[in-house]
Every structure is written in structure tokens, then in C-alpha cells.
């Protein structure tokens, strides 16, 4: 007969749990697994399911009882870290979004909105066009792969017991930069056409003052935006790698300890 000891249940609760805190506040927050869109209990099965395919291939835990209060406090940690991670990424993709406003706010497309089912809100058309195109690519690239390969590396990184450093912090405060020096970078052509378009626009209504600027500027900045919108397209898939990479990098970054 096969005896099972509380030493034994206790080291394969904390084998599963504690990673498992981990990845579910990493899905309850990154990009793609955080949309209202999917239902709670296919998030958490997917958590399951990362759970015990990594789980092999982690270093060992800590020996801890599970219903300690350090254990308490170990899983409350683990779940925290996962959220921070989810979050870094998060913030590096609102960039896409910034780069759809700004685009929109010089189309004159910045009162046109789109409900979002995904996210339950209102959402600026080029936004949501934009974050349908990242999305998209991101997963053609297997990007979800890289969650579970990157999620899987932070537990080398930083193991389970192992605390962040303050400069972790740091760096999830400084990524808040980033968004603004992404989104502009993504708008910069559209933003730059556009500006062009309106000094000529002033410049054509200044030398013939009976041209109504409002009914004619419109429809040239629309369609002006549009086409080279169109045009950048071709050109969008080195920026958004590397937005990729910073993203997956944040995610290292944070869960690194002092020093390294």
C-alpha cells in the first residue's frame, strides 16, 4: 500500500501552487489573455495547462508549508509578481494605442469611436484598427509561445522565495517613457503628412481667402491620412518587433534581482 506523507503532499502543493499563482496573474493582466472576451474559466484553464507543462522544467521550490503564513504569504507574493508582469507588457503595447490616437486626432477622426466588445468600452476607430493589426501580428509570430517561454525563464531569474529589487520598480515606472517615445515613433509618418497637408492647406487659403477651408480641409486630411496610413503599413513590422522584444524584455527586467 502506497503511504503518503504530509512532507510529500505538502512539497507537491507547493511544486504546482506557487508557479501557478505566478502564471495566472500574468494572464489575469498581459495583453491578449486579459480581454473580457475570454471567459474566466478558459483563462484559467490555460493557466492549468502552462502550469503543468512548465512545472518539470522549473528549478525547485522552496520548502514551505503551503498553509503556513509564509506560505500565505509566498503564494500572495507570486500572484503580485505575475500582475507586475503582465503589466510591463500591458504598458508597452499602449503605445499601439497612443500611436492610433494621435493618427486619429490629425485624421479629424478623433470623435469617431468603435464599441469594443473585447475590452467593453468605447475605443477610437484607428485604435482599434491598430491594435487589431498588432494583435494579429503578434500572434503570427507566436507570441503566446513567447509568454510561456519568457514566463517559464523568469523563474530562473527570479525564483520562487527570491525578492525584486527596488530597481524593478524602477524600471516598470520608466517604461511609462516609452509609451509616448513608441506611439510617436508608430504616428510619425501620418503625423508628418498631415502637418504638411495643413501648412499647405493655410498657405492655399491664405493666397485665396473665398475658399471655405472647413469643407475642403476635411476630406484632404481624411483621405491624406488614409493613404499613407495604407502606405506605412508595408513598413510596420520591424517597429512592432521591436516593441515585442521591449515588450518580453519589461517583463525579465522586472522580475530581476539587484544586481543582475
Same mark, same amino acid.
Given at each position: ?8 503532499? +505538502? ?15 500574468? !494572464? ?19 493557466? %492549468? ?19 503556513? &503564513?509564509?506560505?500565505?504569504?509566498? %503564494? ?15 504598458? /508597452? ?7 492610433? +490616437? ?7 477622426? @478623433?470623435? $469617431?469611436?468603435?464599441? +469594443?466588445?473585447? *475590452?467593453? @468600452? ?5 485604435? =482599434?484598427?491598430?491594435?487589431? !493589426? ?6 503570427? &509570430? *507566436?507570441?503566446?509561445?513567447?509568454? /510561456? $517561454?519568457? %514566463? ?21 515606472? =520608466? %517604461? ?14 501620418? /503625423? /508628418?503628412?498631415?502637418? !504638411? ?45 521591436? !516593441?515585442? =522584444? ?15
Amino acid at each position: 500500500m502506497i503511504q503518503l506523507s504530509t512532507t510529500q503532499l +505538502d512539497a507537491w502543493i507547493v511544486a504546482f501552487a506557487f508557479p501557478l499563482a505566478r502564471i495566472l496573474g500574468f !494572464i489575469a493582466t498581459a495583453p491578449i489573455w486579459n480581454t473580457p472576451g475570454i471567459p474566466r474559466r478558459t483563462r484559467l484553464i490555460l493557466g %492549468l495547462a502552462i502550469a503543468i507543462a512548465i512545472i518539470p522544467a522549473l528549478p525547485p521550490m522552496p520548502q514551505v508549508a503551503p498553509a503556513s &503564513l509564509a506560505g500565505l504569504l509566498l %503564494l500572495g507574493q507570486q500572484t503580485l509578481l505575475g500582475i507586475a508582469m503582465g503589466f510591463a507588457v500591458r504598458v /508597452v503595447f499602449t503605445a499601439i494605442n497612443l500611436a492610433g +490616437d494621435f493618427m486619429g486626432f490629425q485624421m479629424g477622426l @478623433s470623435f $469617431a469611436t468603435f464599441y +469594443d466588445p473585447l *475590452n467593453s @468600452s468605447q475605443t477610437p476607430v484607428i485604435s =482599434e484598427f491598430l491594435n487589431l !493589426i498588432t494583435l494579429l501580428l503578434f500572434l503570427s &509570430l *507566436n507570441g503566446h509561445l513567447l509568454y /510561456v $517561454a519568457t %514566463l517559464a525563464k523568469s523563474f530562473y531569474v527570479l525564483p520562487v522565495g527570491s525578492f525584486p529589487g527596488s530597481g524593478s520598480w524602477l524600471n516598470l515606472a =520608466e %517604461l511609462a517613457a516609452q509609451i509616448f517615445s513608441f506611439g510617436l515613433l508608430l504616428s510619425l509618418p501620418v /503625423v /508628418v503628412a498631415l502637418m !504638411i497637408t495643413n501648412l499647405s492647406l493655410a498657405v492655399l487659403t491664405r493666397a485665396a481667402p473665398q475658399l471655405n477651408i472647413f469643407a475642403l480641409g476635411f476630406p484632404i486630411t481624411l483621405l491624406g491620412g488614409f493613404a499613407v496610413l495604407a502606405i506605412s503599413l508595408n513598413y510596420l513590422a520591424t517597429p512592432l518587433q521591436s !516593441i515585442y =522584444e521591449v515588450a518580453l524584455t519589461a517583463m525579465l527586467q522586472f522580475a530581476a534581482p539587484p544586481g543582475r
